[in-house]
Structure formats: structure tokens, C-alpha cells
């Protein structure tokens, strides 16, 4: 059974740093598609960031050059790093991955075929 858990939420003051872990287990993690969303409160799921098995990244408008997507395959884990946050970053953040290896989906009203989920980490920016 193939299992995402977020870690490394937490309260930051704006300006500051975070680092998101996903750990996933269940499967060969290397072949599988990963991304990060979050959803803020009143508001509906939007992507942030994601990375293909090959490594190849993409990010939101919103977050592009203050966000770092990577990830760790020998820990099968997927990380992101955030710098210079903002009040308006404050959501849950939700670790999420493609159930079939090499995938391809670039259709963002579809999650990018993202399937499967995390529980999520709360990250909140005080002003």
C-alpha cells in the first residue's frame, strides 16, 4: 500500500524559511511523477510545485524563485524548500504523486494526474 507523509510544517514568520518533507513508501519511488499543493482556508487546492520521475521541475507563478522542488531517491523522499514566505503561503501543504510509473499528465484541471495524497502539513506565515 503505497503511503505519502508530509512532515517539517510549522509557524514562520514572513520573510522566513521552511523546509516540506514527503516520505513515501509502497512502491519504487524514483518512477513516479510527485508535486506539492496546498489549500488555504475558504479557498480551493492550487498547485505549487511538481517534479517528473526524470527530474524535470515546474512551479507556480506564485512561488517560482522562492520555491525548490527536489527530491532524494535513494531516501524516497521529496522535499521543498521555502524561502522568503509571505502571510498569503499560509495553507495545508499536501504531498501527492501519480499512481502509475512515468506518467505523463500536463493538464492542470486534472492535478497533473496526481491520485494519490498525503495527509497534509499545516504551514502558516504570521505578518
Known amino acids: 500500500q503505497v503511503q505519502l507523509v508530509e512532515s517539517g510544517g510549522g509557524l514562520v514568520q514572513a520573510g522566513g524559511s521552511l523546509r516540506l518533507s514527503c516520505a513515501a513508501s509502497?512502491?519504487?519511488?524514483?518512477?513516479?511523477?510527485m508535486g506539492w499543493f496546498r489549500q488555504a482556508p475558504g479557498k480551493e487546492r492550487e498547485f505549487v510545485a511538481r517534479?517528473?520521475?526524470?527530474?524535470?521541475?515546474y512551479y507556480a507563478t506564485s512561488v517560482k524563485g522562492r520555491f525548490t522542488i527536489s527530491r532524494d531517491n535513494t531516501k524516497s523522499t521529496m522535499y521543498l524548500q521555502m524561502n522568503s514566505l509571505k502571510p498569503e503561503d499560509t495553507a495545508v501543504y499536501y504531498c501527492?504523486?501519480?499512481?502509475?510509473?512515468?506518467?505523463?499528465?500536463?493538464?492542470?484541471?486534472?492535478?497533473?494526474?496526481?491520485?494519490?495524497w498525503g495527509k497534509g502539513t499545516q504551514v502558516t506565515v504570521s505578518s
Open positions: 509502497g512502491r519504487t519511488f524514483n518512477l513516479y511523477n
Open positions: 501527492a504523486s501519480n499512481s502509475r510509473p512515468y506518467y505523463t499528465n500536463t493538464n492542470p484541471s486534472q492535478n497533473y494526474g496526481m491520485d494519490l
Open positions: 517534479i517528473t520521475w526524470s527530474s524535470i521541475t
